[in-house]
């Protein structure tokens, strides 16, 4: 033991490497792999990356995304899987638009009907996961079923909500002094984020502190990392899973309307591959399937990859739909060999 | 009375500890509920189509030709979630790869040929290396690379369906040849559908490479504790990419039957949905997701299980928007049953009713 150690000792950065945690290890690649793209795509590609206003429309476009990749990222260091979040958007933004245009109900009450939807779904199915014992996958995969199934039963055409209060709402911009651009015309045009994004960044700073900081933030990752040794610990396992189910619902909830709030529609179509997404996101931020390893700044990173990635595609003239889905998959398999072979060669050392 | 309620009682707790048991009990109670909601559910007639040859028609045909793919599909998951503890969410991404693949191969760069470019037998061939090569992409990045399953087919089911896409430039070829519709339709003077019997085949197929070679033993091997199989001398993942490999065969042939069902393809929408039905088979077959032991008999009837469920909701005129949420019922209630826990309570629920009626 000692004798590696002197060996290892000139080498600051590789013992560095080594001393870092998984976690760190993977947000550090993550964070890295997204400036150079981004920056590659400013050089490249021009004017439209080189202004601020195109990050803050990703942002702006990826809003509720951003809210659902953390509500998965909470269940995958739990070392469970939640596929029906794109679903319960579908749903909740057909039922908030349902009842703010045909009932003439109030933008609050649609809040709350929201969150009353995406708690439901958390709490079912995290019953069903977690005291049950009953396979993730399948639980919410049926959640997700029953969701989209739902959706198309509340209503099945999609249509723009005319609620006077809600499109004004919807219209609100939080302008960015200093960072707006002049158009060819000559006019100014300040750079703005939707109240979602706000939303979003509030719920990802909130996150990233409870899981950093409080007691159930730390025995999500015991649990994901080794339920066995985290019931010695006595930590209540069930309870646990039970809860990051729970917070993943309510997430879903947030996340839906904030959805709704950008779209101002209800449509079946609505978080169609949402979930798929959300994993993705996850994923690409360094959480892992196998539990006990993730970041909520990893996953804010991982959607900000994601995203800019479309966009970096779009731009580049490829508009045919199908080089958008090969380059989006191209990237996550960079990403994912990435993660394996550096978590192999840290296990070897 | 009190005696022989033991007596059931025994056999019963005996009985729902089967894995058969619950894909096998969901589907007799759908087959009565059917038939008391229509008595003529299990009539069979045999008829003629329009172009005249002799087709079998009712329900029951119905149900076992639509349920071939996930049939099919279901043989190679099953495979898959025993050897590698996860799932291919590819799968119906790989189908359209497939099919387009196939279609590239019969009709050349002609969208509507008159003939055939290429004989079939060819075009399938191709498209089942292929398919077996996007198979072995997700068992090496499984295997070797030891990325969740689910993770690692995340890649193919992003890409595929643009993959598809590209093979044939966006564009819809039409196959107008009568002998290609065979496989997803009639063949003249059979009549049984074809894909029924594909299914049967790939069935028969399967269930002889189980009966004579160790792939089941080793599959189960591997699933169960992975060092242990290395440790015994298996080699895990080879084993894994296999699972995936015969995987890829079963896609080709769904793709064949897909395909053939429309004589054309969409890329966004051909076997849409098909790995969460496939994936449901599985898990209704009561086999562990997790890996390990597996029936196949019982995901072959977890899949008809699951068209049966569909066409049931057909026929009670449910539209087909609203049909996941009914399946989603059905589904949530059946895991439910079917749930260790709730299943060591009904036992328990059943011994203390016993110890009732001795007392």
């Known amino acids: 033991m000692s004798s590696k150690q002197t060996t290892s000792k000139p080498d600051g950065m590789k013992n560095?490497?080594?001393?870092?945690?998984?976690?760190?290890?993977?947000?550090?690649?993550?964070?890295?792999?997204?400036?150079?793209?981004?920056?590659?795509?400013?050089?490249?590609?021009?004017?439209?990356?080189?202004?601020?206003?195109?990050?803050?429309?990703?942002?702006?476009?990826?809003?509720?995304?951003?809210?659902?990749?953390c509500g998965l990222s909470i269940v995958m260091i739990t070392r469970s899987i939640d596929i029906s979040v794109g679903g319960i958007t579908a749903l909740i933004t057909m039922c908030c638009a349902v009842y703010l245009d045909y009932k003439g109900g109030n933008v609050f009450v649609s809040l709350l009907l929201a969150l009353a939807i995406?708690?439901?779904?958390?709490?079912?199915?995290?019953?069903?996961?977690?005291?049950?014992?009953?396979?993730?996958?399948?639980?919410?995969?049926?959640?997700?079923?029953?969701?989209?199934?739902?959706?198309?039963?509340?209503?099945?055409?999609?249509?723009?909500?005319?609620?006077?209060?809600?499109?004004?709402?919807?219209?609100?911009?939080?302008?960015?002094?200093?960072?707006?651009?002049?158009?060819?015309?000559?006019?100014?045009?300040?750079?703005?984020?939707?109240?979602?994004?706000?939303v979003a960044l509030i719920v990802v700073v909130v996150l990233?502190?409870?899981?950093?900081?409080?007691?159930?933030?730390?025995?999500?990752?015991?649990?994901?990392?080794?339920?066995?040794?985290?019931?010695?610990?006595?930590?209540n396992v069930k309870r646990t899973k039970f809860l990051a189910h729970l917070l993943c619902g309510l997430l879903a909830g947030i996340g839906g309307f904030v959805c709704f709030l950008h779209v101002g529609s209800g449509a079946v179509s609505n978080g169609s591959g949402a979930e798929m997404n959300a994993i993705a996101s996850s994923i690409i931020g360094g959480t892992m399937l196998t539990g006990g390893v993730?970041?909520?700044?990893?996953?804010?990173?991982?959607?900000?990859?994601?995203?800019?990635?479309?966009?970096?595609?779009?731009?580049?003239?490829?508009?045919?739909?199908?080089?958008?889905?090969?380059?989006?998959?191209a990237m996550l398999c960079l990403f994912l060999i990435i993660q394996s072979v550096v978590i192999a060669r840290k296990k070897k050392h | 009375m009190g005696a022989t309620k033991t007596n059931n009682g025994n056999i019963f707790s005996k009985l729902i500890k089967q894995q058969l048991f619950i894909p096998l009990a969901a589907l007799l109670i759908l087959i009565i509920f059917n038939l008391i909601m229509d008595p003529s559910f299990l009539k069979i007639t045999l008829g003629y189509n329009n172009i005249g040859n002799p087709v079998l028609s009712g329900y029951i045909i119905r149900i076992l030709d639509n349920g071939s793919e996930v049939a099919i599909l279901a043989i190679g998951m099953t495979l898959v979630t025993a050897a590698s503890g996860g799932q291919d969410i590819s799968v119906g991404a790989a189908v359209a790869i497939a099919g387009s693949v196939l279609l590239r191969v019969l009709c050349g760069s002609n969208t509507h040929p008159e003939t055939l470019q290429a004989p079939i037998i060819v075009g399938f061939l191709v498209s089942c290396l292929v398919a077996m090569?996007?198979?072995?992409?997700?068992?090496?990045?499984?295997?070797?690379?030891?990325?969740?399953?689910?993770?690692?087919?995340?890649?193919?089911?992003?890409?595929?369906?643009?993959?598809?896409?590209?093979?044939?430039?966006?564009?819809?070829?039409?196959?107008?040849?009568?002998s290609f519709g065979y496989f997803g339709g009639y063949i003249p003077g059979i009549p049984v559908p074809t894909p029924l019997i594909i299914a049967v085949a790939c069935m028969v197929a399967i269930g002889l490479v189980l009966k004579f070679t160790n792939?089941?033993?080793?599959?189960?091997?591997?699933?169960?504790n992975e060092s242990s199989s290395k440790l015994n001398g298996l080699n895990p993942q080879l084993i894994k990419l296999l699972s995936f490999v015969i995987l890829g065969i079963c896609v080709a042939v769904v793709g064949l039957i897909k395909v053939s069902r429309n004589s054309t393809i969409n890329y966004s929408v051909i076997a849409k949905d098909i790995e969460m039905d496939a994936i449901l088979a599985v898990a209704l077959g009561g086999n562990a997701l997790g890996g390990g032991k597996f029936s196949m008999a019982a995901s072959i009837i977890g899949a008809y299980v699951i068209q049966l469920l569909t066409t049931t909701l057909f026929k009670f005129k449910v539209p087909s928007d609203a049909l996941p949420a009914y399946k989603a019922v059905v589904v949530i209630i059946l895991v439910v049953i079917s749930a260790p826990v709730v299943r060591e309570w009904f036992s328990s629920m059943i011994k203390k009713f016993q110890t009732k009626e001795v007392a």
């Open chain 1, 208 to 235: 990233f502190c409870m899981l950093k900081w409080t007691k159930l933030g730390r025995q999500f990752y015991a649990v994901g990392g080794n339920d066995q040794s985290a019931l010695m610990l006595g930590i």
């Open chain 1, 16 to 69: 560095g490497l080594r001393n870092m945690t998984d976690t760190n290890l993977l947000l550090t690649i993550t964070i890295a792999i997204f400036f150079i793209m981004y920056i590659g795509a400013m050089i490249f590609l021009g004017s439209g990356f080189r202004r601020p206003q195109m990050f803050f429309s990703i942002l702006n476009d990826n809003a509720f995304l951003i809210v659902l990749s």
């Open chain 1, 118 to 198: 995406g708690l439901a779904f958390g709490l079912f199915q995290g019953f069903l996961i977690a005291y049950l014992d009953i396979q993730p996958f399948i639980v919410t995969l049926a959640g997700m079923f029953l969701a989209r199934g739902l959706t198309t039963i509340v209503n099945t055409n999609p249509f723009n909500v005319a609620n006077e209060k809600f499109v004004a709402l919807k219209n609100t911009r939080v302008i960015i002094p200093g960072l707006g651009y002049v158009t060819k015309a000559g006019k100014y045009v300040d750079a703005y984020i939707e109240i979602g994004v706000v």
């Open chain 1, 294 to 329: 993730g970041n909520i700044a990893g996953t804010f990173f991982g959607v900000l990859s994601l995203s800019a990635i479309k966009k970096i595609v779009s731009s580049a003239g490829f508009d045919e739909a199908w080089y958008t889905g090969i380059t989006v998959a």
């Open chain 2, 215 to 224: 792939l089941r033993l080793y599959t189960q091997a591997v699933g169960i």
């Open chain 2, 133 to 178: 090569l996007f198979g072995a992409f997700n068992g090496v990045l499984v295997a070797y690379f030891k990325i969740q399953p689910m993770v690692a087919t995340l890649i193919l089911y992003t890409a595929g369906r643009s993959i598809a896409a590209w093979v044939n430039n966006n564009e819809l070829p039409i196959i107008s040849e009568a």
